[in-house]
T-cell receptor
Framework: DAEITQSPRHKITETGRQVTLACHQT?????MFWYRQDLGHGLRLIHY???????NKGEVSDGYSVSRSNTEDLPLTLESAASSQTSVYFC??????????FGEGSRLTVL | GESVGLHLPTLSVQEGDNSIINCAYS??????FIWYKQESGKGPQFIID?????DKRQGQRVTVLLNKTVKHLSLQIAATQPGDSAVYFC??????????????FGQGTILTVHP
C-alpha cells in the first residue's frame, strides 16, 4: 500500500545543532508539505513543494529549509536548532485537492 | 468551536449520542473546507470535505454543514463511538487561488466519548 513515512519519530538535540527530518511518500504526489503542531497554535505551515526542484515558504519558515530533488522525498532541515523549534512536525502530501495525507509525526525536542 | 489560546475547546458525550463540533473560519475567499480527525500520537486523517457551493454534505455517520453568511462550519457525528475520541480540526482553502493545496487549520476541538 502507498504510504507516507517520517523519520526519526523522536529526536532530542541541542541548541545550535543542525537537524534533518525525513519525509518519504510512495503515492507519487506532486505536492508535499511540512507543518509544525504546537498547543494553542494548531498546525502551521513551514514549507511546501509543488514538484521536483520547487520549494516555497509557509507562514513559519524562519530557521527551516527544504529541498525537493525527487518526487518521493521532502527533507526538512533546521539549520541551527533553537528551543522555540521544539514541536511535533508533520509531513503531508496531496494530489492537489485539500485532502492531505499526513505522516505519523516527528517529535523534536531542542535542549 | 475553534478558539485561539492555550486551551482547546472540549466536547464530552456519551456513547451513542450525536456530537456536533463547530468551527468559525476567517477568510471570506475560502471556497473549500475539510474536517480532519487526529487520534493521539498520529497524524491528522481526512474525514469529509465540502465546497462553498454546497451547504450540507453527508458521509458515513458524519455530516458537514456550511453557513457562509456567518462563516461557520460544523461536523455532526451520529451515534458517537469511543473510537471517535480524538481532536477534530477544520481547515479552509481558497482552492481557486494561488493557495493550491495549502490549507489553513483551525485550533481543534477535543472530543471525548464515554462508554
Amino acid at each position: 500500500d502507498a504510504e507516507i513515512t517520517q523519520s526519526p519519530r523522536h529526536k532530542i538535540t541541542e541548541t545550535g545543532r543542525q537537524v534533518t527530518l525525513a519525509c518519504h511518500q510512495t503515492w507519487n504526489h506532486n505536492n508535499m508539505f511540512w507543518y509544525r503542531q504546537d498547543l494553542g497554535h494548531g498546525l502551521r505551515l513551514i514549507h511546501y513543494s509543488y514538484g521536483v526542484q520547487d520549494t516555497n515558504k509557509g507562514e513559519v519558515s524562519d530557521g527551516y529549509s527544504v529541498s525537493r530533488s525527487n518526487t518521493e522525498d521532502l527533507p526538512l532541515t533546521l539549520e541551527s536548532a533553537a528551543s522555540s523549534q521544539t514541536s511535533v512536525y508533520f509531513c503531508a502530501s496531496s494530489l492537489g485537492t485539500g485532502e492531505l495525507f499526513f505522516g505519523e509525526g516527528s517529535r523534536l525536542t531542542v535542549l | 468551536g475553534e478558539s485561539v489560546g492555550l486551551h482547546l475547546p472540549t466536547l464530552s458525550v456519551q456513547e451513542g449520542d450525536n456530537s456536533i463540533i463547530n468551527c468559525a473560519y476567517s477568510n471570506s475567499a475560502s471556497d473549500y473546507f475539510i474536517w480532519y480527525k487526529q487520534e493521539s500520537g498520529k497524524g491528522p486523517q481526512f474525514i469529509i470535505d465540502i465546497r462553498s457551493n454546497m451547504d450540507k454534505r453527508q458521509g458515513q455517520r458524519v455530516t458537514v454543514l456550511l453557513n457562509k453568511t456567518v462563516k461557520h462550519l460544523s461536523l455532526q457525528i451520529a451515534a458517537t463511538q469511543p473510537g471517535d475520541s480524538a481532536v477534530y480540526f477544520c481547515a479552509e482553502i481558497n482552492a481557486g487561488g494561488t493557495s493550491y493545496g495549502k490549507l489553513t487549520f483551525g485550533q481543534g476541538t477535543i472530543l471525548t466519548v464515554h462508554p
